[in-house]
């Protein structure tokens, strides 16, 4: 085993739309603000029926089909969420709906960075040949924990899960470079934190049992941050890879802001027609975005056989990175 090679993508969102018409009723906001300032039109919200693992599980299938396999081929599951159904993780609970008894599963938290932090991580493992097959999910539900009366996060956040298939290569690898970084100093910029209130449980013992609380961003700095840190872990990337911007076929941004997108490009100097973005449509669905735009823009040929994707998640953590990889075989 010398490398992997993405195979197959699969989506899958929820039922419902809630666009910036419908949100102007819970707060004061309209489409021409959220637009102009976010590039945001609607996003997709999970019904009450609807599950993490269950859109997990729909985005998985439709991969695992791409790429020509059976779940019962799968060695590896790694869901890339922030949202799991269950704390303890859903990934296990994925692996079951899916029916891929061989496949280890397990989660993986990195917030918005989660997906291509999984893809790495993943890539290891066949790397070393220890597995042939593996599934990298991103999912996230966020419309669980967003204040839905905080104009500057409920505007932002969709629903969604996307999903890649990964198999070991014997003749070369189709992961060219990668760059992952993390920068715990700004964690407060994104949080979702818990929150507990002192509990006695006996004599000089306390403990603290509580929640978590709604999403927090400081929308500024983390624009900063985005702006200043993902071109340079492209960059970064592509000195990995011993290649130029120029060999690029499509920038791959997590999809947080379109201005965000807008500005990394041109940082970049990559041109507009090859920076790939659902956006105006999904929202900032979290871990879920890259894999997402991956599979509509295969489904669509717009991405081939052969052509190369500079893919960049960034987000709470603060963590960031980038990954630069041929599409199939």
Request: charged share 20%.
């Amino acid at each position: 085993m010398v490398g992997m090679a993405v195979t197959g993508s699969g989506s899958a969102m929820p039922a419902a739309a809630l666009d910036n018409h419908a949100l102007s009723n819970l707060v004061e906001t309209s489409d021409d603000w959220v637009t102009t300032r976010t590039g945001i039109r609607q996003r997709r919200v999970a019904g009450p029926t609807e599950s993490l693992v269950q859109l997990s599980a729909l985005a998985a299938r439709e991969a695992i089909a791409m790429a020509g396999l059976t779940p019962k081929d799968l060695d590896a599951i790694v869901l890339a969420t922030s949202t799991p159904d269950d704390l303890f993780g859903s990934a296990g609970k994925i692996q079951k709906e899916l029916e891929a008894p061989q496949a280890v599963a397990f989660d993986l938290t990195a917030a918005c960075s989660g997906f291509l932090f999984g893809l790495v991580t993943i890539a290891q493992f066949l790397r070393t040949g220890t597995y042939r097959n593996a599934l990298v999910i991103g999912a996230d539900i966020l419309s669980r924990w967003v204040d839905w009366r905080d104009r500057r996060t409920c505007v932002l956040f969709g629903d969604g899960a996307g999903a890649v298939v990964v198999q070991a290569t014997s003749d070369r690898d189709r992961l060219l470079g990668f760059e992952l970084r993390s920068d715990g100093s700004q964690n407060d910029c994104l949080q979702l934190p818990y929150q507990g209130k002192p509990y006695h449980l006996v004599d000089e013992v306390d403990i603290t049992q509580g929640n978590y609380q709604p999403i927090f961003m400081n929308g500024k700095e983390v624009f900063r941050f985005a702006v200043k840190r993902v071109p340079e872990a492209i960059e970064k990337a592509l000195f990995r890879a011993q290649m130029d911007i120029e060999q690029v076929d499509w920038l791959l941004l997590h999809q947080a802001n379109q201005r965000i997108l807008d500005a990394v490009g041109d940082r970049l100097q990559v041109p507009s027609e090859k920076i790939l973005s659902n956006l105006a449509t999904y929202g900032n669905t979290s871990a879920a975005s890259i894999p997402i735009v991956l599979d509509e823009a295969v489904r669509a040929d717009k991405i081939q056989p052969g052509d190369v994707i500079a893919a960049s998640g960034f987000g709470a953590g603060l963590s960031w990175g980038a990954a630069i990889f041929e599409w199939g075989r």
